[in-house]
């Protein structure tokens, strides 16, 4: 069955402190993976897709990367503005991932 | 968010009563798509559509049912709707792909 599971759930940093969300998978042919920010009470935003094991996306301060198993977020010297839930899915009808929820300290 | 719509934002219904809500584009997508959101579970797939009458499945759909009449409307129907689906119901847009680029703002239904 495909899944996509998220680590970690929770996420607290200092701000500047540089970290990485995990998402992995077990999808057959994969076609494509999809990060997004979500905000509370608001609807996911997209931010990334990536299509092939070795690629790299970035924006601000944020590089999603992908194998052929996970992808990660990196973040780097994150802000206050960047906590939000993050949540990664494939190019299937399988669930998203359940999020990790990032907060960072002033 | 710019280009979709859902309607209504809030809505507090009994058990056993009908509920439709109603999600609108102005993208000319040709996939839509409705999720509820549960905490523990994630965004999950309910039905979804890739064009005008053409819908299918999704991951959670019993107990929903939906209708695309027109490119920019998808309406979910709750036709009896039962405490389990309290939630909050996204829908969401993409020109392309099975996985949608852009969500709306989530309507929040309450079913006592």
């Known amino acids: 069955e495909d899944q996509v599971t998220q680590s970690p759930e929770a996420l607290r940093l200092q701000e500047g402190e540089s970290s990485s969300l995990n998402c992995s998978y077990t999808v057959s042919g994969l076609r494509g993976l999809f990060w997004y920010r979500q905000d509370p009470g608001k609807g996911p935003e997209f931010l990334f897709t990536l299509y092939s094991a070795g690629e790299e996306k970035e924006k601000e301060r944020l590089k999603a990367t992908l194998t052929k198993k996970e992808s990660f977020l990196h973040i780097t010297a994150p802000k206050p503005e960047d906590s939000a839930t993050y949540l990664c899915a494939v190019e299937r009808s399988t669930p998203f991932g359940t999020g990790t929820s990032l907060t960072v300290i002033p | 968010d710019a280009g979709i719509t859902q309607s209504p934002r809030h809505k507090v219904t009994e058990t056993g009563t009908p509920v439709t809500l109603r999600c609108h584009q102005t993208e000319n997508h040709r996939y839509m798509y409705w999720y509820r959101q549960d905490p523990g579970h994630g965004l999950r797939l309910i039905h979804y559509?890739?064009?005008?009458?053409?819908?299918d499945k999704g991951e959670v759909s019993d107990g929903y049912s939906v209708s695309r009449s027109k490119t920019e409307d998808f309406l979910l129907t709750l036709e009896s709707a039962t405490s389990s689906q309290t939630s909050v119901y996204f829908c969401?847009?993409?020109?392309?792909?099975?996985?949608?680029?852009?969500f709306g703002p989530g309507t929040r239904l309450t079913v006592l």
């Open positions: 969401a847009i993409s020109s392309s792909t099975r996985v949608p680029r852009v």
């Open positions: 559509s890739y064009g005008v009458k053409d819908t």
